[in-house]
């Protein structure tokens, strides 16, 4: 029997909202034959990754779904280039994908998709994730939206485990990685914190949401990601998923 205790505890979350960004992956592409081990996709031409098929459901889908699962009263937002939201649609209902969800246009840059994204923003907390994360687990988003009790935004990252080095004028140096972390997302805020940091001029260092934040509002906090939680970009994260979509 769900008690009212029960209920509060699933709805924890239902007045966050999350924005899954999509923008910037048009322009990482792969063409796969249809005899690709994993059978990802063949349409004979280039697609943008978030719409490559992972066991047999676009990408994307595979993304929506874990917020949904995660708290299905939570608000998505999806930003996609506008001359894309058609093709979505379409695969929407070939793969009778009902799962809701708000579209809004992307913008030329991934800086300018978030900010339109954010003006349709409901929830007091905001979560932006990469489209092409599907394996983020529900420990990891509870983890960063957790901690904005102590802070106005947190970062999920986890250790760097090779050796890094920095390059220099005459060669290179080594750096020491128990400094570095490496960044993944959901990144989290106050809303109407990065809304705020939103208002300023664009820069090339802003690299995601996290140094937009830190430049204009302050620090970031830290938790720690789960290391199923890849970014989806190349050929090597494509045989990945295929093994971690199995064990799912």
């Not at 943008?48 to 937002?77: A, C, R, W």
């Amino acid at each position: 029997m769900m008690t009212k205790e029960t209920i509060i505890k699933k709805n924890k979350y239902a007045e966050n909202t999350v924005l899954i960004e999509s923008t910037l992956n048009m322009f990482n592409v792969f063409n796969i034959s249809i005899e690709d081990k994993h059978n990802i996709i063949n349409l004979g031409y280039q697609l943008t990754k978030q719409f490559l098929l992972l066991k047999g459901q676009p990408i994307l889908m595979h993304t929506l779904s874990v917020f949904y699962s995660f708290d299905n009263e939570m608000q998505i937002i999806i930003t996609l280039p506008i001359d894309w939201m058609d093709y979505w649609k379409s695969l929407l209902a070939e793969y009778k994908f009902e799962l809701p969800h708000e579209l809004v246009a992307g913008g030329d840059t991934r800086f300018a998709s978030i900010q339109n994204a954010l003006l349709h923003v409901k929830g007091e907390e905001v979560g932006v994730h990469d489209g092409v994360r599907p394996f983020v687990s529900h420990d990891t988003i509870s983890r960063c939206f957790n901690a904005l009790a102590n802070s106005d935004a947190v970062v999920p990252c986890l250790p760097v485990k090779d050796s890094i080095r920095k390059m220099i004028l005459n060669g290179s140096a080594a750096l020491d990685r128990s400094d570095l972390r490496v960044v993944h997302t959901p990144q989290c805020f106050n809303s109407a914190a990065l809304k705020s940091a939103y208002e300023t001029s664009f820069s090339n260092l802003f690299t995601d949401d996290a140094s937009v934040f830190e430049a204009n509002r302050g620090s970031v906090l830290i938790v720690d990601s789960n290391e199923e939680n890849i970014k989806i970009t190349s050929g090597i994260d494509l045989d990945i998923a295929a093994l971690l979509i199995e064990k799912k």
